[in-house]
């Protein structure tokens, strides 16, 4: 079965930290770029960050900015979005998105046609 699997969210405080992976199982991240979207109750998707396939170049969201950072490891298969510094607004469902394996760049990852997309991890930013 070709998934991906995120995991790592849950209930923090505000100004706490988590730390999200993206897992892909039954086919390799290698060469594939990886975003991470996030969508709260009653809003539209935001795409909030992308990680590009050959040079790791890295796009983010103003609203993540200077908080959160995307990696990838290759040889795990994985990918990661490491946030900091939260805020109540980042309350959302998490999930991943990557790219077909023809080497994306991450240009307009937001509104690109992803192959596989996660179901999603819940991260609740309260007090």
């Known amino acids: 079965q070709l998934s991906l699997v995120e995991s790592g969210g849950g209930l923090v405080q505000p100004g706490g930290s988590l730390r999200l992976s993206c897992a892909a199982l039954g086919f390799s991240l290698e060469n594939r770029a990886i975003a991470w979207f996030r969508q709260a109750p009653g809003k539209e998707r935001e795409g909030i960050s992308c990680?590009?396939?050959?040079?790791?170049?890295?796009y983010y969201a103003d609203s993540v900015k200077g908080r959160f950072t995307i990696a990838r490891d290759d040889a795990a298969n994985t990918a990661y979005l490491q946030m900091n510094s939260l805020k109540l607004e980042d309350t959302a469902v998490y999930y991943c998105?990557?790219?077909?394996?023809?080497?994306?760049?991450?240009?307009?990852?937001?509104?690109?046609?992803?192959?596989?997309r996660g179901q999603g991890t819940q991260v609740t930013v309260s007090s």
């Open positions: 998105a990557a790219s077909n394996g023809l080497g994306y760049d991450c240009t307009g990852y937001v509104t690109y046609e992803y192959d596989y």
């Open positions: 990680i590009s396939s050959r040079h790791h170049n890295t």
